[in-house]
C-alpha cells in the first residue's frame, strides 16, 4: 500500500490483533461476522493502523487518519487491502 509517500506493508501479528481488539471492543471474528462496510472510517483506519503496527508502535488512529486526509483517493485501495490482508491473517492463525 502507498501511502504518505512511502510503499507501506500491513502485517497482521498476534499482537497486532491484540491491539485491534482493544481499539474496537470486537474479535476478529465478530468484525468477519459483521461484515465491512468501507464507509465505516473508524473501522477502516484502525484496521489499517493496526496492520502497520509491526513497522512503527507510534503510529496512532489519529495519524494514520491524516495520512488519508491528505490523500483521500488513497484510502478506498488502502482498505480493501487491509480487509483481505486482515482475513488471511487471521484464517492462517486459526486454521480456519
Keep these: ?5 512511502k510503499e507501506m506493508e500491513l502485517k ?3 499482537n497486532s490483533i491484540r491491539a ?4 474496537t471492543g470486537k474479535t476478529p471474528m465478530q468484525i468477519m461476522q459483521d ?3 468501507p ?3 473508524e473501522l477502516g483506519i484502525t484496521l ?3 496492520g502497520l503496527l509491526w513497522t512503527n508502535r507510534k503510529v496512532t488512529p489519529d495519524i494514520v487518519g491524516q495520512w488519508f486526509d491528505d490523500e483521500p483517493e488513497a484510502y478506498l485501495p488502502a482498505v480493501t487491502e487491509a480487509v483481505q490482508t486482515f482475513l488471511h491473517a487471521f484464517q ?3 486454521g480456519v
Design 48 to 50: 489499517i493502523w493496526a
Design 12 to 14: 497482521y501479528s498476534v
Design 20 to 23: 485491534l481488539i482493544r481499539e
Design 35 to 37: 461484515g465491512f462496510d
Design 92 to 94: 492462517r492463525s486459526l
Design 39 to 41: 464507509s465505516d472510517f
Design 1 to 5: 500500500m502507498k501511502l504518505s509517500g
